[in-house]
């Protein structure tokens, strides 16, 4: 069964930047398109951004464009989500999500979970 796995959550400063990551042992992400979601603290789950199998990206919150970069790492197979310029506002549970494509209505696997605070 797919299972992923986060990692790189933590506190930062406003301006700041902080590195997810995003894997599933046993399994090739390059079979999945791969999701970024977040969840901010009384709010519903949102999408960020996605790359497909085609390493295309799209993005689903324009607040984070310039400042959020998703990325796969194919020989490492690993998916990462590459945050600067860090705002209070980005405080939320950041998951990632393995779907067929990119914003499928219900992608195959969640991660558990990752948590970004920006506080001063």
């Known amino acids: 069964q797919l299972q992923l796995v986060e990692s790189g959550g933590g506190l930062v400063q406003p301006g700041g930047s902080l590195r997810l990551s995003c894997t599933a042992p046993g399994f090739n992400l390059d079979s999945y398109a791969m999701s970024w979601f977040r969840q901010a603290p009384g709010k519903k789950l949102t999408g960020i951004t996605c790359?497909?199998?085609?390493?295309?990206?799209?993005f689903h919150d324009d607040s984070v464009k310039g400042r959020f970069t998703i990325t796969r790492d194919s020989a490492k197979n690993m998916v990462y989500l590459q945050m600067n310029s860090l705002k209070p506002e980005d405080t939320a549970v950041y998951y990632c999500?393995?779907?067929?494509?990119?914003?499928?209505?219900?992608?195959?696997?969640w991660g558990q979970g990752a948590d970004v605070t920006v506080s001063s």
């Open positions: 999500a393995a779907e067929s494509s990119c914003w499928a209505d219900q992608p195959d696997a």
């Open positions: 790359i497909n199998m085609r390493d295309e990206i799209t």
